[in-house]
């Protein structure tokens, strides 16, 4: 699949090339928002980033049809009885209990999935940022604060010392629970519960593409013109990439029980903030969305 997959960028990035986008100066970044070190201002600096952005874009058109449709169904199969587990905690100290449980372990999962936005990791999407210096400062607005580097994801730090998927494994314990406070039925696993394994199968897929190093992992942060004229990931970016990997883990604290990261330096990296912050608003959106659910319900 990787084969496929690295020959559609490939192709999207010849078109995108063909087109005339790739380093053209109309497609540009709006003042507001950074360019990264690399490929400054340009929407599209080079073929290859511009056919990743394209295939992202596919990628993600096609996931959002498909979990729509995967929730209509849902909807459907559910009936009136959306949230039946999860209003009826009345059976007992057990049953609150448990609710109780599972709303904490949701929230807390959305909770993680915010903070790791202010510490991301470099198989994600989501770019770093750092303060610049007074005699680094241009003149258009955000840009006089800030300054978006995506090489400071290359550094271990804080969340990234737990898991080196800090934004997508708190979708695993988040889907079960929600699946739980839905109903507990095998529609509600289907679906909640399905999110959890798909979350868990593409951080999977993304370390076996790192271990293969087959490349278009995450960001694309340097670029280099191989032998045959086609622009690729530099070996730098690889090495640096293979590094991350290997002091991190897939599985969250493993590093830390093993002896690569140290609790101690967690605790002084981490977001604690954010994720506060985050959870706080996880029990909202998970009661809200509970509520939701009931409403959408046919027949209620």
Not at 129 to 155: H, L
Not at 164 to 190: E, K, N, Q, S
Not at 237 to 262: H, I, M, N, W, Y
Request: charge should be negative; hydrophobic fraction near 40%; charged fraction near 20%.
């Amino acid at each position: 699949m990787s084969a496929v997959r690295s020959s559609i960028i490939s192709t999207l990035g010849d078109v995108a090339s063909n087109l005339n986008l790739v380093g053209n100066e109309s497609w540009s970044l709006p003042a507001w928002w950074p360019g990264d070190n690399t490929g400054k201002d340009r929407v599209f600096p080079d073929g290859l980033t511009a056919g990743r952005q394209f295939y992202r874009g596919m990628y993600t058109a096609v996931s959002f049809v498909t979990l729509v449709m995967a929730f209509g169904s849902y909807l459907q199969s559910a009936g009136s009885d959306v949230i039946g587990v999860a209003i009826n905690v009345d059976g007992g100290d057990s049953s609150a209990i448990l609710y109780n449980a599972c709303i904490a372990t949701a929230s807390l999962g959305i909770g993680a999935a915010i903070a790791s936005l202010f510490n991301a990791s470099p198989l994600g999407l989501m770019p770093s940022f750092e303060g610049t210096s007074p005699d680094k400062v241009s003149q258009k607005a955000i840009t006089e604060f800030v300054r978006r580097d995506d090489t400071i994801k290359f550094t271990t730090r804080g969340l990234t010392r737990i898991t080196r998927h800090p934004l997508i494994l708190p979708v695993v314990p988040w889907g079960f629970a929600t699946a739980y406070l839905a109903g507990g039925r095998p529609c509600d696993y289907l679906l909640f519960g399905g999110l959890s394994i798909y979350a868990m199968a593409g951080c999977f897929a993304q370390d076996l593409r790192v271990q293969r190093e087959e490349g278009s992992v995450g960001t694309v942060f340097q670029t280099e013109r191989g032998k045959d004229g086609q622009v690729k990931e530099s070996n730098e970016e690889r090495r640096r990439l293979k590094s991350f990997f290997e002091e991190t883990s897939f599985v969250p604290f493993r590093a830390v029980l093993d002896g690569r990261q140290s609790l101690e330096d967690i605790v002084k990296e981490a977001p604690w903030i954010q994720f506060a912050v985050g959870t706080a608003v996880g029990v909202f959106l998970e009661e809200r969305g509970l509520m939701l659910l009931q409403g959408w319900s046919p027949g209620v």
